[in-house]
């Protein structure tokens, strides 16, 4: 059993940076691909970034690729988000979750734990 919390949201204006975090509780961080989704408001959630176990493979939804940057520290059991250069259009709540098994990256349906979220609001 895993559990997720972020932290990290907040207000800020068109142009600015946050960084988000995904604290895991467990010894077994470093056994699970892990990612990010968002859900905006009136819309399903999505996808946003993954990492693989060790975090040397990484992947982007098209239209945050150059902006946002994801990690992790296995040592302290937290994934971040960098989010630079915000958009109005990425607001909404940021989920963390966590994939277990041969797959580091996968569909939503395939991530086995989740987080709260974080509230994301980017004024323009």
């Known amino acids: 059993q895993v559990q997720l919390v972020e932290s990290g949201g907040g207000l800020v204006q068109a142009g600015g940076s946050l960084r988000l975090s995904c604290a895991a509780s467990?010894?077994?961080?470093?056994?699970?691909?892990m990612a990010w989704f968002r859900q905006a408001p009136g819309k399903e959630r999505e996808f946003v970034a993954a990492i693989s176990w060790s975090g040397g493979g990484t992947v982007y939804e098209d239209s945050v690729k150059g902006r946002f940057t994801i990690s992790r520290d296995n040592a302290k059991n937290t994934m971040y988000l960098q989010l630079n250069s915000l958009k109005p259009e990425d607001t909404g709540v940021y989920y963390c979750?966590?994939?277990?098994?041969?797959?580091?990256?996968?569909?939503?349906?395939?991530?086995?734990?989740w987080g709260q979220g974080t509230q994301v609001t980017v004024s323009s």
């Open positions: 467990g010894r077994t961080f470093s056994s699970y691909g």
């Open positions: 979750a966590a994939l277990r098994g041969s797959k580091w990256f996968g569909g939503q349906d395939e991530y086995h734990y």
